[in-house]
């Protein structure tokens, strides 16, 4: 992939600065789009209209000089690193070498994004560097508009999350109930069984997640409780998944709420009007339309129908308390935002629609599908039917 | 837990600062070890003598006031976000949030990691708050001394990763040869396969890991590569293997190196010389010394028997060339340093022994074990036999 950074270029114009620099490990987004590059520990790029250059510890130099999309590729020794650290210490002998990096760029001002680590911007500033924050999310902005292989890749990890959501479905489709609780082979079926069912699927599918909420009765009234213990028949169980692929690292995200059993007629009312509110907001859908008139089309039909929204009342804590979305790509929450201030929509975002509703005396409702915006509308990424009770 | 944070007391008094700042995600494990709290998205802590005190979104308000390891849990609708957002944008509302949330603290002057936002500290500094990052790494030096609990923690870790070290040795002893690649069930033995069942295992035993290196040959050469595509027979197979324990966070790390069939003359010599190497490492684990002392004596062995090393060649790219270990805890590469400049140890660090030595031509040789260091000496964390041929 060779994305296009000429937005990049027109704001280095338009700030006047030199460069980009990003001081961080892969598990930054930022820092593996711009650098091509996947490490465990933090290294340097710097990215100018000329070039991208890494500075990587020698550990990492070989590795780096085969897979980084970058045009050179520099070591600690190649600035006397050893030397430097004898003479400065650790910090001060990193300074020195990234200073004397941007140097032989001919780069003196450089822009961050806002997370650059303050002390390496302080220790740089120190040596007459200037260092600046970005004014907009500019990389993160260029990443939240997806290519055609981007959306592959996204769709390969909605793929395996769907049939990591079946295995989950099928779990709880075979357990039976006994007191009121979930049983399966003979033991109570608990949240945590039902994750591992997930994350082995999607192992073997090539993902990988650190989280994943499987939240029943009073666990699910918290949208970002991960639930445990046992699942209870008759109440809602949100499944909420949202792996990252190992190889392409891009992640999927989506949702179903199951009912094992009869629902009370309140949980069966929300999940209606939250199916309702989901269909509405995928209809705002279009380039031109921005994430606050998605999360406005959710909030107005709960809003309709006589529950609290954060956007109608922001210290509630029931009803629909958080955003209808956001972007998904090399992060599983990026731009662009699907709440009150959400961006204007272009063609190749990729975002998720997640309309939901929570009461600790109710349980929690959700709904989530990923969809990518096309030049007329969005593509639904998301292939999964939406259906309450599980028989 | 309750650590000991008299240390940070301590060097806010002598720094003359009113509090400790830190504005991340629990992936940030200083984030989450003063917090005690585990999120996804970044949060803001205050440490001060008097207490700690959480700023965080509405959507973690709930979790975060049953979870964290707070006196307080203040969210953005106490500081009027929504309007802030109105009137100055989302960044300068998140700062202007947060500088009201400090003065509720008195708290006008705050020490900060390194690794802080720099965003959100010139944000911070233009509200008039003094930033400064701390001198040294303060919490990140009270982490690396671990507490009984901790220790157990990456006790229990260990034991998942050594069982999926044997389910990796299991697969390499069932494989049989074909035209000199590992087979296993008719297929070709690869990387990925042996990757995979290490991972199950490590998830079935409520382990998570991003990452694990089985690299053979040329791979094997490269420290850092995970290795992919058919294991071959007579070649060394490095590996790494370094599970983190989803419940507590808490991580292991050890390495094997493996070889299915004749090893060659040179990697017999070097495996023998690496166990050489960790064993003389390892004695010179103790209170007192330094990680430095630890390194030298990997060097010593592997510079008496000819082989290049970063100390004696810092530009060589085969030899010994990387660091002799680490600490380990909540990051998997932390506190202290086992090499050039390493920290004195003390009782209760927990640092990783792994020597290894590397050459394009030979492949790679790699044993690493991990061990707590105690007031006479260290206990080994590791109970996995070292032996280079598997029958």
């Not at 690193?81 to 003479?87: D, F, L, P, S, V």
């Not at 002390?119 to 040596?127: N, Y």
């Not at 204007?344 to 629609?353: D, N, Q, S």
Request: hydrophobic share 35%; glycine share 8%.
């Amino acid at each position: 992939m060779e994305p296009d950074f000429s937005a990049l270029d027109d704001y280095l114009d338009a700030v006047d600065a030199d460069g980009y620099l990003v001081d961080a490990a892969s598990d930054d987004s930022t820092q593996r789009y711009l650098s091509g590059f996947d490490a465990p520990d933090p290294f340097t790029t710097l990215y100018t209209p000329e070039g991208t250059y890494l500075l990587v510890s020698g550990l990492e130099y070989g590795r780096a000089k085969k897979e980084a999309r970058a045009d050179e590729v520099r070591r600690g020794s190649d600035f006397d690193m050893r030397g430097k650290m004898q003479e400065y210490g650790r910090y001060e002998a990193s300074a020195r070498a990234r200073a004397e990096f941007l140097d032989e760029y001919e780069v003196e001002s450089v822009v961050t994004p806002r997370r650059f680590p303050l002390g390496s911007a302080d220790d740089l500033r120190a040596l007459d560097v200037d260092v600046t924050v970005e004014e907009r999310d500019v990389v993160t902005e260029i990443r939240a508009v997806k290519e055609d292989e981007e959306v592959e890749h996204v769709r390969e990890a909605q793929k395996a999350n769907e049939q990591s959501m079946h295995a989950a479905e099928d779990l709880i489709a075979a357990a039976n109930v006994e007191d009121g609780v979930l049983h399966y082979e003979g033991e109570p079926l608990t949240s945590e069984r039902v994750k591992e069912e997930i994350e082995v699927t999607l192992l073997r599918e090539g993902c990988a997640l650190d989280e994943t909420i499987v939240a029943c009765g009073a666990n699910a009234a918290d949208p970002h409780d991960r639930g445990s213990g046992p699942l209870e028949a008759d109440e809602p169980i949100i499944i909420d998944i949202f792996p990252k692929n190992k190889s392409t690292k891009y992640h999927a995200d989506m949702t179903r709420t199951f009912c094992k059993g009869e629902p009370s007629e309140t949980v069966r009312e929300w999940y209606d009007l939250t199916h309702e509110a989901l269909d509405a907001a995928l209809d705002a859908v279009e380039p031109g339309a921005t994430g606050e008139d998605v999360h406005d089309a959710v909030c107005d039909i709960y809003q309709e129908a006589g529950l609290p929204t954060l956007r109608d009342d922001p210290t509630t804590e029931t009803g629909f308390i958080h955003s209808t979305g956001h972007g998904v790509g090399l992060d599983v929450h990026e731009l662009p935002h699907v709440s009150t201030n959400g961006e204007e929509l272009e063609a190749g975002h990729i975002i998720t629609i997640e309309p939901g509703l929570y009461d600790p005396d109710v349980g929690g409702v959700r709904i989530e599908d990923i969809v990518v915006v096309t030049d007329d509308g969005y593509e639904n990424l998301t292939d999964y039917e939406i259906e309450l009770v599980v028989e």
